[in-house]
Nanobody, 123 residues
Framework: QSQLVESGGGLVQPGGSLRLSCSAS????????IGWFRQAPGKEREKVAC????????GYADSVQGRFTISRDNAKNTVYLQMNSLKPEDTAIYYC????????????????WGRGTQVTVSP
């Protein structure tokens, strides 16, 4: 069964860091672009970062630019989201999603989704 599993979420103080992982089972991520999305209570799901299958193309939402870094390790079949200088407004459930080759803006364009990991930024 093909699935994505996120891990690495938790409670962190403002200014702190977390690294989220998105691991695939049942299929290889080599040819898949990955998007990290988040959804806070009462808000729409938004894309925060993405990386193409070739790793040479990444993108970030303005709200996380310069603080978050997306990377991938195809040997481990895993994509990471390094989150630094976290703010309370980063609190959300974070999801990873996969689609073949190139990234896309809309969540509906992604074929595989994980169940999410909670990130809470609070004093």
């Amino acid at each position: 069964q093909s699935q994505l599993v996120e891990s690495g979420g938790g409670l962190v103080q403002p200014g702190g860091s977390l690294r989220l992982s998105c691991s695939a089972s049942g299929f290889s991520l080599d040819y898949y672009a990955i998007g990290w999305f988040r959804q806070a209570p009462g808000k729409e799901r938004e894309k925060v970062a993405c990386i193409a299958s070739s790793s040479d193309a990444t993108g970030y939402a303005d709200s996380v630019q310069g603080r978050f870094t997306i990377s991938r390790d195809n040997a481990k079949n895993t994509v990471y989201l390094q989150m630094n200088s976290l703010k309370p407004e980063d609190t959300a459930i974070y999801y990873c999603a996969a689609r073949l080759f190139e990234t896309a803006t809309k969540a509906s364009a992604y074929d595989y989704w994980g169940r999410g990991t909670q990130v809470t930024v609070s004093p």
